[in-house]
């Protein structure tokens, strides 16, 4: 955005940092200084404590919480968690970003608040929708029981609120990249003869590859993640319904803080992961606007 | 409860037709995205609002305003707020430093500001419930002054810092980098000193997004749970926060206390993103 090309440079005197301001050298030191110091205090010291607390006691402990039971219990919940929620998102956010992104109707920004909605709500907010709907005296309460299915402290209420708190996150991705890339291309395929699934596939897709993908991406995290929400539904029950984020918690407050630290530097790297991801996939949106 | 009429104006064929017809002719993105809504957000919002107005108006208003759920809004509220004050500031800091200045390692550090983002809340809980308690890193220094942090409201603060941070930095990053340094260098030519280009020509264009940072991150600090449950003692009048008195009244099987609450709670997150979205429009209209 801020580089305007070649040829606009050209016309316009160049104005580099300090060129045309004799600026106090000091200032910009200082201030790096007391962002750097903010960010170390806020961010950076506690994200090098995970990994020190982690391995200070050398790797054997590391090792020897991975090959918990209960640990690897929560690894493949955590995994499988995400392995539900993010393809539902991902199919309701393309059919939301499908919908709205091309049109103007009344009530527009109405329904875009309404997708984001879950971003605003607490997760131990959304934890108690789901209890209220689906827990012994809910809504649901006993119908799910005449028929023995167990919702809330089990697995499929904590998919529930896995799926709620990551729900916006491919459609507000999407959005913005459909609204940009217009409808040129896709009424000229149709014009050529292509069918709306054909159109999707072989045109909109591709254009849209990479916010979908950055949206994705944000959905895994959130929902490997996600502690408040499951925790109010899950009940916490080792080997039973205990995500890595429980762990965490769980192990910590029974004052196993190796067990604890072994299990947050894995989701400590999965952040950073994402975060690489993200900033790779930044990058090349950017490259594109560009073009 | 939004299509049909709205879909119509991109249906060219004619006007008339029953409410069936139209309905047959919603194109299937917008009922699977409201059928969708319907089952995971609509549905379990309506048995939240309808257990609460099972309650009396009464005994609604009583447990919304019991000394302890009293309490427990002032510290939420208060802390969250001087939290996402202080992102205000140094977030405006981070920002102006990230799009203005050039250092090694800028790019890193701009990467970095999305950590609590990415980072579970529970993982973040314990590395500052360790930093900051007495004889951690941080503590450690703080401890010999008498100040506590961990496990009092000080730590709640932490915790809400941590996880609000980037929303400041992300709403003004963008707005600082579209401005123009012209009209700085033009007030610095007419005589104006540092800090008036700052606070005249810089800032107001910048003050609706450093509002909706500050609103966005505040909403957020609100809500949080898992990191400032692990910081905090969870003591009642001291540093116990809505989000964990729901959650306690829920393990004790008191839904209706934990209904009350979770809907002020809501009603309170609804009204701030109203806010948000207002400051959004000021913010365009400046732009």
């Known amino acids: 955005m801020a580089d305007l090309g070649p040829s606009f440079n050209a016309s316009v005197p160049k104005t580099g940092k300090n060129a045309t301001k004799p600026q106090r050298k000091w200032v910009p030191a200082v201030l790096i200084a007391i962002a750097v110091l903010y960010l170390s205090l806020v961010l950076y010291i506690p994200a090098a404590n995970v990994f020190v607390?982690?391995?200070?006691?050398?790797?054997?402990?590391?090792?020897?919480?991975?090959?918990?039971?209960?640990?690897?219990?929560?690894?493949?919940?955590t995994l499988l968690m995400a392995a539900i929620a993010v393809p539902l998102n991902v199919g309701f956010g393309l059919c939301a970003a499908l919908a709205i992104a091309r049109r103007r109707f009344p009530g527009r920004a109405f329904v875009l608040s309404i997708i984001d909605l879950p971003f605003s709500i607490s997760p131990v907010v959304a934890g108690l929708m789901i209890v209220l709907l689906y827990g012994?005296?809910?809504?649901?309460?006993?119908?799910?029981?005449?028929?023995?299915?167990?919702?809330?402290?089990?697995i499929p209420g904590m998919v529930l609120a896995t799926v709620f708190v990551s729900m916006p996150f491919?459609?507000?991705?999407?959005?913005p990249v459909l609204e940009e890339i217009g409808a040129d291309q896709e009424e000229a395929a149709k014009t050529l003869g292509a069918n709306d699934w054909q159109t999707f596939w072989r045109v909109t897709l591709p254009s849209i590859k990479w916010g979908l993908l950055y949206g994705v991406i944000l959905t895994n995290a959130r929902a490997m993640g996600e502690f408040g929400a499951v925790s109010v539904v899950s009940g916490n029950i080792a080997n039973k319904t205990q995500t890595l984020p429980l762990f965490v918690e769980e192990t910590y407050k029974q004052y196993e803080t190796e067990a604890a630290y072994s299990a947050a530097v894995l989701l400590a790297l999965l952040a950073v992961v994402t975060l690489v991801l993200k900033e790779i996939l930044e990058r090349k949106t950017r490259i594109k606007d560009a073009n | 409860m939004v299509s049909s009429p709205q879909v119509d104006e991109f249906q060219k064929p004619p006007a008339r037709k029953t409410f069936l017809t139209r309905l047959a002719q919603v194109p299937w993105t917008w009922r699977v995205?409201?059928?969708?809504?319907?089952?995971?957000?609509?549905?379990?919002?309506?048995?939240?609002?309808?257990?609460?107005?099972?309650?009396?108006?009464?005994?609604?208003?009583?447990?919304?305003?019991?000394?302890?759920a009293l309490a427990a809004y002032d510290v939420t509220f208060t802390t969250a707020f001087v939290a996402a004050l202080s992102n205000g500031l140094f977030g405006t800091l981070i920002a102006w430093v990230l799009v203005r200045y050039d250092f090694p390692l800028k790019r890193l550090f701009d990467a970095s500001v999305d950590l609590p983002f990415a980072l579970p809340t529970s993982v973040a809980g314990?590395?500052?419930?360790?930093?900051?308690?007495?004889?951690?890193?941080?503590?450690?220094?703080?401890?010999?002054?008498?100040?506590?942090?961990?496990?009092?409201?000080?730590?709640?603060?932490?915790?809400?810092?941590?996880?609000?941070?980037?929303?400041?930095?992300?709403?003004?990053?963008?707005?600082l980098t579209e401005m123009?340094?012209?009209?700085?260098?033009?007030?610095?030519?007419?005589?104006?000193?540092?800090?008036?280009?700052?606070?005249?020509?810089?800032?107001?264009?910048?003050?609706?997004?450093?509002?909706?940072?500050?609103?966005?991150?505040?909403?957020?600090?609100?809500?949080?749970?898992g990191s400032t449950v692990i910081i905090a003692s969870n003591t009642p009048f001291k540093d116990l926060i809505a989000p964990v008195l729901i959650f306690q009244r829920l393990e004790q099987y008191d839904y209706s206390g934990a209904t009350v609450i979770g809907v002020v709670l809501l009603m309170i997150s609804l009204v701030i993103l109203l806010g948000i979205n207002l400051l959004q429009a000021w913010g365009k209209r400046y732009g």
């Open chain 2, 126 to 175: 314990l590395t500052l419930a360790t930093i900051y308690s007495d004889n951690g890193w941080v503590g450690s220094l703080f401890a010999p002054l008498g100040v506590k942090i961990a496990f009092t409201r000080l730590g709640v603060f932490v915790a809400m810092t941590f996880i609000s941070l980037p929303f400041v930095v992300r709403t003004v990053q963008p707005v």
């Open chain 2, 180 to 225: 123009e340094k012209d009209i700085e260098e033009a007030a610095w030519c007419l005589g104006a000193s540092d800090f008036q280009t700052f606070w005249r020509v810089v800032l107001p264009p910048l003050f609706p997004s450093i509002l909706t940072g500050i609103a966005l991150g505040f909403s957020r600090a609100v809500g949080e749970y």
């Open chain 1, 136 to 154: 012994r005296r809910g809504w649901f309460g006993s119908a799910l029981e005449a028929s023995n299915i167990n919702i809330v402290f089990a």
């Open chain 1, 53 to 77: 607390q982690a391995f200070s006691r050398g790797v054997g402990t590391f090792f020897k919480t991975l090959v918990r039971p209960d640990f690897l219990f929560a690894a493949r919940l």
């Open chain 2, 33 to 68: 995205t409201i059928g969708y809504l319907s089952v995971m957000l609509f549905l379990p919002l309506a048995a939240m609002f309808l257990k609460a107005s099972t309650e009396s108006p009464a005994n609604f208003w009583r447990i919304a305003t019991s000394p302890i």
């Open chain 1, 170 to 175: 491919v459609a507000r991705e999407v959005i």
